[in-house]
């Protein structure tokens, strides 16, 4: 188990590095803005096979992925991220327009950590973000 000082924290040294992957250039750069503003890291994928080449490049922290995207959906990249013991414990908070609860239950069954819908409140992302980072760095 790791003390509060050994989890990642935003404005350090060694910033937490969140993965955006979205098809739509406005969304990353909208929460790229929201989330560097607030000490994070940003790395930015338009779909899935540039978000898996970033992701064995270097593991982010956390990836925050879109459900509909044309060559892979979110669900799809999900898998294949859950599917790998080197990439398994990276948290995955899905955001999407669907606010179904049987897409939300969908998310969840593939791994993900969470499922916001868009439009989302930031500080509900930014609480999911610390939350599912501190998680992942006490496993």
Do not use: W
Not at 31 to 40: A, E, F, P, Q, W
Not at 108 to 137: C, Q
């Amino acid at each position: 188990m790791l003390h509060q000082s050994e989890i990642p924290q935003p404005h350090s040294k060694n910033p937490i590095d969140i993965l955006i992957v979205d098809d739509v250039a406005d969304n990353i750069r909208l929460l790229s803005r929201i989330l560097v503003k607030r000490g994070y890291q940003t790395r930015k994928a338009l779909n899935g096979s540039m978000a898996l080449t970033a992701i064995q490049a270097s593991k982010p922290h956390l990836i925050l992925l879109d459900v509909q995207m044309p060559d892979m959906s979110g669900y799809e990249l999900c898998h294949l991220i859950k599917s790998d013991p080197n990439t398994l414990h990276i948290p995955i908070i899905f955001l999407s327009a669907n606010d179904d609860s049987s897409e939300r239950k969908k998310a969840i069954r593939l791994g993900g950590s969470d499922y916001l819908t868009k439009p989302f409140n930031i500080e509900n992302l930014v609480v999911s973000i610390r939350k599912h980072i501190e998680l992942a760095s006490i496993s």
